[in-house]
């Protein structure tokens, strides 16, 4: 089942082929409206759309952009409100996804009670989890919940299960932006990166054109029937060239000038899904477009230049994604041949390394499963054991990120840097974490579990974080640089007090005075506040250039000393 935030539609595999199902009226496709009557009656689908500009208060359409979500936590605004209804989006959805069961069981003359539930990539956990208990309300057991653009790759891939590609899938709907880049092979899909924003879609468009005409015919721009025009005007444009609204004549140039911002805001998540998943345009096989908004010829001419390649058509841009959740049911169903699906980590995974830095072990976007390991020394003489942090994030500092669980590596103490513990990452395809850290001097290993924290983590604080990490990146850098700064310094200090001590009597006054005013200076750095690297770092070098004479004079006095000591001299 295709969930949608416009539309919505229901298949079965039948045979061995998955078919997508008409209503009694032979459509394949059902809005995704319900209207409450002040009978107590509900209607779903195109009845309850026609009520919409008659009935908006009682009109319920475009809940996929309120279910799972806080109030307030949406900028956008309905023209309903769900709390006078008395019912929830999980409820509304629950009345969708009641009418599409009753679809199918009128195609099939037998009762359906499994489903498969597409829902956007970016959907987090309580968005998830909204949409499996409306499936829930309308009597199903919801045996999967799909990410959209895995959907609509297993469309597109079912007959080439024998070829090795890689895709991406550009989905612009009503009220969602999804890209995912996909790998295929050996009947294996493969999620490499994922990006989109789950409030942008043709909604949007047909809002700024309804404003557009409400300038021009000094109307109300809130006007329910102006933005069901807009959106008959917007669908009209992408085959005509011009049409006309009370005497007004509207260009595809104008809907274009208004669509260019939109579609440009589409644009950045492309760019990071490609850097995600670590590939240039060229290598794609083919950009495949899903969504009704992709049916504008704006946006496959937007496409077909950001990707350098003429977009992919061949699947029915409305159907793609409930094509793809039919066959996945058909896969659990066993009536269709086995394909694998496999998941990416949305967060990097580290541990804390001197200094409080974060250190990444596996990066965001890795597939799973995953192994990854490092070396790691002590920092300080005769420590006899290691503290590792185990974290996850995209912030620099370690503080930043989310701590996953801590082990203690014991070993014989020794010098600094003597130590030699491997640390190793190993992801398995449940996302579930197993640190392994060993002593490889004494080869003594110290093993932990992490249960489901890999792709666990709700999405929302996901994007969130990823959000933080580009926000904070120039001060994340500055700390970073403070940090490494901050340790050279430390160690700087007490070398050039021994020197000094040592060879005081070797070097002028003027000397020793130069080596400890800048020395004071450092140690004010440091103990300051401030945090300033830069400073830090340009007063470290000074000291480090005005000791070298003392540099040079303790070597020459060591090579004295170990002369003598062999009585050459
Ligand atoms: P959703 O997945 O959000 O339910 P769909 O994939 O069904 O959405 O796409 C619905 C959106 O596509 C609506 O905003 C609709 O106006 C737009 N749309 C449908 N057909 C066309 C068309 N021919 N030209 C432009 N936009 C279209
Ligand atoms: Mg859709």
Same mark, same amino acid.
């Given at each position: 089942m295709d969930l949608g935030t416009t539309n919505s539609l229901v298949g079965v595999v039948d045979s061995g082929f998955p078919i997508l199902l008409a209503d009694e009226n032979g459509n394949r496709s059902t809005p995704s409206a319900v209207c409450y009557d002040h009978n107590g009656s509900i209607q779903v689908g195109n009845i309850a759309l026609r009520q919409r500009a008659l009935n908006p208060s009682r009109t319920v359409t475009s809940v996929k952009r309120l279910i799972g979500r806080r109030g307030g936590e949406s900028d956008w605004r309905p023209h309903y409100n769900l709390s006078e209804l008395g019912v929830t989006p999980a409820e509304v959805s629950a009345e969708i996804l009641k009418r599409l069961k009753s679809i199918a069981e009128n195609a099939l003359e037998q009762n359906v009670s499994r489903a498969v539930i597409t829902v956007p990539a970016f959907f987090n956990d309580a968005q998830r989890a909204?949409? =499996? =208990?409306a499936g829930e309300l309308a009597g199903l057991t919801v045996e999967?919940? +799909?990410? !959209? $653009?895995?959907a609509a790759a297993l469309a597109y891939g079912l007959d080439k299960l024998d070829e090795h590609q890689k895709v991406a899938v550009y989905d612009l709907g009503g009220g969602t932006f999804d890209i995912s880049i +996909? !790998?295929?092979? #050996? *009947?294996?899909?493969?999620?490499?990166a994922t990006a989109g924003d789950t409030q942008l879609g043709g909604d949007d468009l047909d809002q700024a054109l309804a404003c557009f005409l409400a300038e021009k015919l000094s109307r109300p721009a809130t006007d329910l029937h102006l933005l069901e025009a807009a959106e008959s005007i917007k669908k009209r444009l992408s085959t005509d060239d011009t049409t006309e609204f009370h005497g007004v004549t509207i260009t595809r140039g104008d809907l274009e000038k208004l669509a260019k911002p939109w579609l440009d805001r589409t644009r950045q998540h492309c760019l990071r899904a490609l850097s995600d998943a670590k590939i =240039? $345009? *060229?290598? +794609? #096989? !083919?950009v495949i477009l899903v969504g009704g908004s992709t049916r504008m010829p704006l946006v496959r001419q937007f496409v077909?230049? +950001?990707? *350098?390649k003429e977009p992919n058509t061949s699947q029915n841009p409305d159907e793609a994604i409930a094509l793809g959740a039919t066959i996945q049911a058909g896969i659990l169903a066993g009536s269709l041949r086995q394909v694998l699906l496999l998941d990416v980590t949305p967060l990097s995974l580290g541990i804390e390394t001197f200094g409080g830095l974060m250190n990444i072990i596996i990066p965001r976007n890795t597939t799973l499963p995953a192994k990854a390991g490092e070396m790691f020394t002590n920092a300080v003489?005769?420590? #006899?054991i290691m503290l590792i942090r185990i974290l996850q994030g995209e912030r620099e500092l370690a503080n930043d990120n989310w701590e996953l669980g801590r082990i203690e590596v014991p070993f014989p103490g020794g010098p600094k840097g003597s130590a030699r513990v491997g640390v190793q990452f190993s992801l398995d395809a449940d996302g579930i974490l197993h640190v392994l850290a060993r002593d490889t001097v004494t080869n003594s290993d110290t093993n932990l579990e992490i249960r489901g924290t890999a792709i666990d983590v709700a999405d929302e604080r996901v994007e969130q974080m990823i959000a933080e990490s580009i926000e904070f990146a120039f001060d994340d850098m500055n700390e970073r640089i403070w940090t490494e700064a901050k340790l050279k310094a430390e160690e700087l200090l007490p070398a050039v007090e021994a020197a000094l001590t040592q060879l005081g009597d070797a070097i002028t006054a003027d000397e020793a005075q130069t080596v400890r005013q800048h020395a004071a200076n450092v140690r004010e750095l440091l103990d300051g506040t401030d945090h300033d690297a830069k400073a830090l770092k340009t007063a470290t070098q000074l000291l480090d250039d005005a000791t070298q004479t003392l540099a040079v004079l303790l070597l020459d006095r060591a090579m004295e000393e170990s002369l003598a000591r062999r009585g050459i001299l």
């Open positions: 909204a949409t =499996k =208990k999967r919940i +799909l990410s !959209e $653009p895995t +996909l !790998e295929m092979r #050996d *009947g294996v899909f493969q999620v490499l =240039k $345009p *060229g290598v +794609l #096989d !083919e077909a230049e +950001l990707f *350098g003489a005769n420590q #006899d």
